[in-house]
């Protein structure tokens, strides 16, 4: 397996746009997490999905956050609009009741 | 709540020095406890893991013993390297049945000296 996938790798984007980071998690793996990592506030659990059913969205930081997995293959992080704040790592990251295995991760600037 | 505690960074030593990164945590029941490994550029990645109480985690020279009386999973290491300078997470996973989140650490970064 090729481990989890993530594009794109790094997005650059003006305040105020609608960006779309995205996942494909290890094959037969029924757990996925979106994370967003930071200097100032370290690895931050933003949503869980369990068989491609959101569990826990509570570190989802604002409504302008959105993350949708439609099947087992594939997932979303939307954030609409953005903002320069949210410039980050997102790393997505999948299991199988084990240990996690994570994607290379998304850089996003926002200017 | 769950939680992770692990000694702020950052961690200077030469090269063959001994290491120990402190990890405690909180938790209700039994949970899982991970190093994950985060190499500049690149997500993170599984060092060693344990999943009972008295289990030892071991890879790559690394190790880490389950401590359920004093709740900690401190890693180790006998000699570093240069090539071991990265940013090491300290995790859990409760033991909640159907909880499969994991919990981690804000992060130690280790820079090793040639």
């Known amino acids: 397996d090729a481990g989890v996938i993530q594009s794109p790798r790094h997005e650059v984007t003006e305040m105020g746009q609608e960006v779309t980071l995205r996942c494909k998690p290890i094959?037969?793996?029924?757990?996925l997490f979106w994370y967003r990592q930071t200097m100032m506030r370290g690895l931050e659990l933003l949503i869980y999905?369990?068989?491609?059913?959101?569990?826990?969205d509570s570190g989802m930081p604002e409504d302008r956050f959105s993350a949708k997995m439609p099947n087992a293959s594939f997932s979303t992080l939307k954030i609409q609009p953005s903002e320069p704040r949210d410039s980050a790592v997102y790393f997505c990251?999948?299991?199988?009741?084990?240990?996690?295995?994570f994607g290379q991760g998304t850089r996003l600037t926002v200017v | 709540g769950d939680s992770v505690t692990q000694m702020e960074g950052p961690v200077t030593l030469s090269e063959e020095a001994f290491l120990t990164i402190n990890c405690t945590y909180t938790a209700t029941g039994y949970p899982s406890l991970f190093w994950y490994v985060q190499y500049p550029g690149e997500g993170l990645q599984l060092l060693l893991k344990a999943t009972k109480a008295d289990d030892k985690g071991s890879n790559k020279g690394f190790e880490a013993t389950y401590r359920k009386e004093t709740t900690s999973f401190h890693l180790e290491k006998g000699s570093v390297q240069v090539s071991d300078s990265a940013v090491y997470f300290c995790?859990?996973?409760?033991?909640?049945?159907?909880?499969?989140?994991?919990?981690f650490g804000t992060g130690t970064r280790l820079k090793v000296l040639a």
């Open positions: 094959s037969g793996h029924n757990s």
């Open positions: 995790a859990l996973s409760p033991s909640t049945s159907g909880t499969y989140k994991y919990i």
């Open positions: 999905f369990n068989n491609n059913v959101p569990i826990d």
């Open positions: 990251a999948s299991s199988e009741q084990g240990e996690a295995f």
